[in-house]
């Protein structure tokens, strides 16, 4: 996998209407506009014109969006805060699902709405009137028709060949080896000439792919387990059934019933007790109901199928030496509920909450957990929708590349993640070998990624509710993304870190769009550059903090900086801040002129007292040396005296 092409495209910066979505009063538009007004510029100058390149047929309504009207990312941002339910996950996949129609497509019109009372009610008291046998069957017909049959549709297009290119020549775009930083000039070129054959042959007909029959199908069948899930609490708290007579009633068939279609009888298919218990192989369906459980799973992607594991409680362990397990959907429906335990996810990579040509889903309601994978893991979606949620407990994420919140083509990955103080690493294997001898890969933690210059990317998002939380990532991440797409980041509360190298924190490169919002807490920002509020190449990167006493850190081209036609906006709502930069002629307020026109840079404090090592001054506005680059701190209250300077 070689990311980093040369290319260049006259692209230039336009006036557009002023976003409806965005709420002109917040403080954050009320700062942009009185910045706005001291460097001569307008907030409707902050945009792109996309009609100098052909739209590809891969390109997302959303990011076409977001790239013609980046102040938009804001309130899209903040969109994600509200669009998950408690113990609902089809509502935030559903969500997703929206999000991924493409470019000169109607929008879908899909979400499902949270349960009222009373249906909510009639569902806990589901077993008074049926037994598991109906759930059991119910999925049965997901497993062996309806998945098969959504599988089938979306490929109905290609022939044999093609279907294979999928999970193996396609799937090398994606990964990376280790060995790869030992390959001599002519190895890399090599490799670099194969990857670019495998785009050209991919784009020939993946066009013709639909995942839309597949995600449909996974939304529809995650709703029906997760309801099946809260009936199962419900008996089992009021005591009135016990995991043994809930299991009893699968032995009450109904008339006619194909026994070759039922637990028990046929591979891949299981059910288990309050007892520790051990699986081993590639199933289809798992339903535990209690204990200290083992899953030793595998899949073979040459015979794509669904995978449904259902486990109620107990501290499990969750461990794979193949791809696409542990919430993977591969050119199917993979789903993981968990609802109890502290519990271990082990895998290698396309695993863990992704989806790959499919609609992959992991869902852990309690406990403190511990996620490990390598690419394409925790969140990752191409071709489809990736999801990971985590509902409480302190957690650990540890994945090395395309991990964490990340889109490829066509696709959305977003880990959501409600209570504790969480850690989030990704890189650390992969070196960056095209710049670095000691920096690596991430391309993780709410980012997107399109193959440049053909094919335009996806969506990658984390959503992280409260919890002192710790981000580090190396080479892009953090709200970052490149070509065609859109990464971001929303943590609403906690004093949180973030620490990366270069293209993060909000940065964006090569015709697309970043932002890291951070609602409340004393948080840290540190990276060496491209970051920090950066667009690069016709992107737009936002970096906007909207409360606590806050540090930013870096070296050049960040804290609100535009480069080659890119718009950087750093923002900081309120606050005691410190903000240091090394570079002083490229950051804190940096637009520079290329391509015989300009880009824009604003840095905009708006309260607190405010300590600056670089351009900054508290109570000051300055220029920096652009036209139209510039920053401010200020009070908003009005009666608040302001200097001003150049």
Same mark, same amino acid.
């Given at each position: 996998?070689?990311?980093?092409?040369?290319?260049?495209?006259?692209?230039?910066?336009?006036?557009?209407?002023?976003?409806?979505?965005?709420?002109?009063?917040?403080?954050?538009?009320?700062?942009?506009?009185?910045?706005?007004?001291?460097?001569?510029?307008?907030?409707?100058?902050?945009?792109?014109?996309?009609?100098?390149?052909?739209?590809?047929?891969?390109?997302?309504?959303?990011?076409?969006?977001?790239?013609?009207?980046?102040?938009?990312?804001?309130?899209?941002?903040?969109?994600?805060?509200?669009?998950?339910?408690?113990?609902?996950?089809?509502?935030?996949?559903?969500?997703?699902?929206?999000?991924?129609?493409?470019?000169?497509?109607?929008?879908?019109?899909?979400?499902?709405?949270?349960?009222?009372?009373?249906?909510?009610?009639?569902?806990?008291?589901?077993?008074?009137?049926?037994?598991?046998?109906?759930?059991?069957?119910?999925?049965?017909?997901?497993?062996?028709?309806?998945?098969?049959?959504?599988?089938?549709?979306?490929?109905?297009?290609?022939?044999?060949?093609?279907?294979?290119?999928?999970?193996?020549?396609?799937?090398?775009?994606?990964?990376?080896?280790?060995?790869?930083?030992?390959?001599?000039?002519?190895?890399?070129?090599?490799?670099?000439?194969?990857?670019?054959?495998?785009?050209?042959?991919?784009?020939?007909?993946?066009?013709?792919?639909?995942?839309?029959?597949?995600?449909?199908?996974?939304?529809?069948?995650?709703?029906?387990?997760?309801?099946?899930?809260?009936?199962?609490?419900?008996?089992?708290?009021?005591?009135?059934?016990?995991?043994?007579?809930?299991?009893?009633?699968?032995?009450?068939?109904?008339?006619?019933?194909?026994?070759?279609?039922?637990?028990?009888?046929?591979?891949?298919?299981?059910?288990?007790?309050?007892?520790?218990?051990?699986?081993?192989?590639?199933?289809?369906?798992?339903?535990?109901?209690?204990?200290?459980?083992?899953?030793?799973?595998?899949?073979?992607?040459?015979?794509?199928?669904?995978?449904?594991?259902?486990?109620?409680?107990?501290?499990?362990?969750?461990?794979?030496?193949?791809?696409?397990?542990?919430?993977?959907?591969?050119?199917?429906? /993979?789903?993981? @509920? #968990?609802?109890? *335990? %502290? !519990?271990? +996810?082990?895998?290698?990579?396309?695993?863990? &909450? $992704?989806? =790959?040509?499919?609609?992959?889903?992991?869902?852990?309601?309690?406990?403190?957990?511990?996620?490990?994978?390598?690419?394409?893991?925790?969140?990752?979606?191409?071709?489809?929708?990736?999801?990971?949620?985590?509902?409480?407990?302190?957690?650990?994420?540890?994945?090395?590349?395309?991990?964490?919140?990340?889109?490829?083509?066509?696709?959305?990955?977003?880990?959501?993640?409600?209570?504790?103080?969480?850690?989030?690493?990704?890189?650390?294997?992969?070196?960056?070998?095209?710049?670095?001898?000691?920096?690596?890969?991430?391309?993780?933690?709410?980012?997107?990624?399109?193959?440049?210059?053909?094919?335009?990317?996806?969506? /990658?998002?984390? @959503? #992280?509710?409260? *919890? %002192? !939380?710790? +981000?580090?990532?190396?080479?892009?991440?953090? &709200? $970052?993304? =490149?070509?065609?797409?859109?990464?971001?980041?929303?943590?609403?509360?906690?004093?949180?870190?973030?620490?990366?190298?270069?293209?993060?924190?909000?940065?964006?490169?090569?015709?697309?769009?970043?932002?890291?919002?951070?609602?409340?807490?004393?948080?840290?920002?540190?990276?060496?550059?491209?970051?920090?509020?950066?667009?690069?190449?016709?992107?737009?990167?936002?970096?906007?903090?909207?409360?606590?006493?806050?540090?930013?850190?870096?070296?050049?081209?960040?804290?609100?900086?535009?480069?080659?036609?890119?718009?950087?906006?750093?923002?900081?709502?309120?606050?005691?801040?410190?903000?240091?930069?090394?570079?002083?002629?490229?950051?804190?307020?940096?637009?520079?002129?290329?391509?015989? +026109?300009?880009?824009?840079?604003?840095?905009?404090?708006?309260?607190?007292?405010?300590?600056?090592?670089?351009?900054?001054?508290?109570?000051?506005?300055?220029?920096?040396?652009?036209?139209?680059?510039?920053?401010?701190?200020?009070?908003?209250?009005?009666?608040?005296?302001?200097?001003?300077?150049?």
């Amino acid at each position: 996998m070689r990311v980093f092409c040369i290319l260049t495209i006259v692209f230039v910066l336009v006036s557009v209407a002023f976003p409806q979505s965005q709420k002109a009063d917040s403080p954050e538009m009320a700062g942009l506009k009185n910045l706005c007004d001291y460097a001569g510029l307008k907030p409707t100058d902050i945009s792109f014109r996309n009609d100098y390149m052909e739209i590809d047929s891969f390109r997302l309504q959303t990011v076409t969006r977001l790239m013609k009207s980046p102040l938009s990312l804001i309130s899209y941002t903040d969109g994600y805060k509200n669009a998950h339910v408690s113990k609902q996950p089809e509502i935030l996949a559903s969500v997703m699902f929206q999000d991924l129609a493409k470019a000169g497509k109607k929008s879908r019109n899909r979400a499902y709405e949270p349960l009222g009372p009373e249906l909510q009610n009639s569902y806990n008291l589901y077993f008074n009137d049926h037994t598991l046998n109906q759930f059991l069957s119910q999925m049965v017909v997901y497993l062996d028709h309806i998945f098969p049959r959504s599988t089938q549709m979306m490929l109905a297009p290609l022939n044999e060949k093609q279907k294979k290119f999928l999970t193996t020549e396609f799937k090398e775009l994606v990964v990376t080896r280790e060995e790869e930083e030992n390959y001599s000039v002519e190895q890399i070129d090599s490799l670099e000439k194969a990857e670019e054959l495998y785009t050209d042959q991919f784009a020939k007909f993946a066009a013709d792919i639909d995942k839309d029959p597949v995600l449909q199908a996974g939304l529809d069948c995650l709703k029906k387990v997760m309801l099946e899930v809260k009936s199962f609490q419900s008996l089992l708290k009021s005591k009135e059934m016990t995991p043994a007579k809930i299991m009893a009633t699968a032995g009450f068939l109904p008339a006619n019933t194909d026994l070759s279609s039922y637990l028990g009888s046929q591979p891949g298919w299981a059910v288990g007790g309050a007892d520790n218990d051990y699986y081993s192989g590639d199933y289809k369906f798992i339903l535990d109901f209690g204990g200290d459980d083992i899953y030793d799973l595998t899949y073979d992607a040459a015979k794509p199928h669904g995978v449904i594991i259902i486990d109620m409680s107990g501290n499990d362990t969750y461990r794979s030496q193949s791809d696409f397990t542990l919430g993977s959907g591969c050119l199917s429906v /993979g789903i993981l @509920v #968990d609802m109890d *335990g %502290n !519990d271990r +996810y082990d895998a290698k990579s396309f695993s863990i &909450g $992704s989806g =790959y040509f499919g609609f992959g889903v992991l869902y852990d309601a309690k406990g403190s957990d511990r996620y490990d994978g390598d690419t394409h893991v925790q969140g990752a979606g191409s071709f489809g929708i990736g999801l990971l949620i985590d509902e409480a407990g302190r957690e650990v994420y540890y994945g090395s590349l395309f991990a964490q919140g990340f889109g490829f083509v066509e696709g959305f990955g977003l880990i959501q993640d409600e209570k504790g103080s969480d850690v989030y690493y990704a890189g650390g294997k992969y070196k960056d070998i095209l710049r670095y001898e000691d920096h690596f890969l991430s391309l993780s933690q709410g980012f997107g990624y399109g193959l440049r210059p053909t094919i335009s990317g996806g969506i /990658g998002g984390i @959503v #992280d509710v409260e *919890g %002192n !939380d710790f +981000y580090s990532s190396d080479i892009f991440g953090q &709200g $970052s993304s =490149y070509w065609w797409s859109l990464g971001f980041i929303c943590d609403q509360k906690g004093n949180d870190n973030y620490q990366s190298f270069q293209y993060a924190q909000g940065s964006a490169a090569h015709m697309s769009v970043g932002i890291l919002l951070d609602e409340s807490g004393q948080d840290v920002y540190t990276s060496k550059g491209v970051s920090q509020g950066c667009g690069h190449d016709f992107s737009a990167g936002i970096l906007l903090d909207r409360g606590g006493d806050d540090t930013y850190t870096a070296h050049d081209l960040s804290q609100a900086a535009g480069s080659a036609n890119g718009v950087g906006l750093l923002i900081d709502n309120s606050g005691n801040d410190c903000y240091s930069i090394r570079d002083l002629t490229n950051s804190q307020g940096y637009g520079n002129p290329r391509r015989e +026109y300009g880009s824009i840079g604003l840095f905009i404090d708006l309260g607190g007292k405010d300590i600056y090592l670089g351009n900054g001054q508290d109570n000051f506005y300055w220029k920096t040396h652009s036209k139209w680059g510039a920053g401010m701190d200020i009070q908003l209250n009005p009666a608040d005296t302001v200097g001003k300077g150049k």
